[in-house]
């Protein structure tokens, strides 16, 4: 059984989930990769992580804000999820989001984004489209947010 945990800087999987980020399949895990070798977090913010034994398995992160210009003041936000080729069919997306929002629900946050362009995998875990947005990059994705309990 795969295991969530909750990361900030200095954790003991820090190193190897950025190791990991950078040499997975997905381009946008080098991104994260790079944030966390850098530690461009604030304090709040989060890495969560799906461990199966000692390997990872996924990633996502939670942060303050995501790729929407400063005008839009939608917070926190779900990012970077991964989950890697050989572990998907588990449901560890739906774990490692479900990990996010009760770091929000903690953190005292009422409602959690999604930025993707993805079409239909969100929905299924209780996110609604809210909007098609420009991100500061020039492109346009869908941003999802979910009410939380």
Not at 17 to 26: K, L
Not at 46 to 57: M, N, P, Q, T, W
Not at 104 to 110: E, H, I, L, P, V
Not at 137 to 142: A, D, F, L, P, T
Request: with cysteine.
């Amino acid at each position: 059984m795969e295991k969530i945990e909750v990361m900030s800087y200095g954790h003991k999987h820090w190193e190897k989930t950025a190791e990991f980020a950078r040499n997975c399949s997905w381009k946008a895990g080098a991104c994260l990769a790079q944030k966390m070798k850098d530690n461009d977090f604030e304090s709040n913010e989060r890495v969560i992580i799906a461990l199966d034994c000692e390997s990872i398995a996924g990633f996502c992160t939670f942060a303050n804000k995501d790729e929407l210009p400063p005008e839009y003041d939608f917070a926190p936000f779900i990012g970077f999820v991964f989950v890697d080729e050989k572990y998907r069919g588990k449901r560890l997306s739906e774990r490692l989001i479900n990990a996010a929002c009760g770091e929000a629900q903690k953190q005292g946050f009422d409602t959690v984004y999604i930025m993707s362009s993805e079409v239909g995998l969100y929905e299924k875990y209780g996110f609604a489209k809210i909007g098609d947005h420009p991100t500061i990059y020039g492109s346009v994705e869908q941003v999802f947010a979910k009410k939380l309990h």
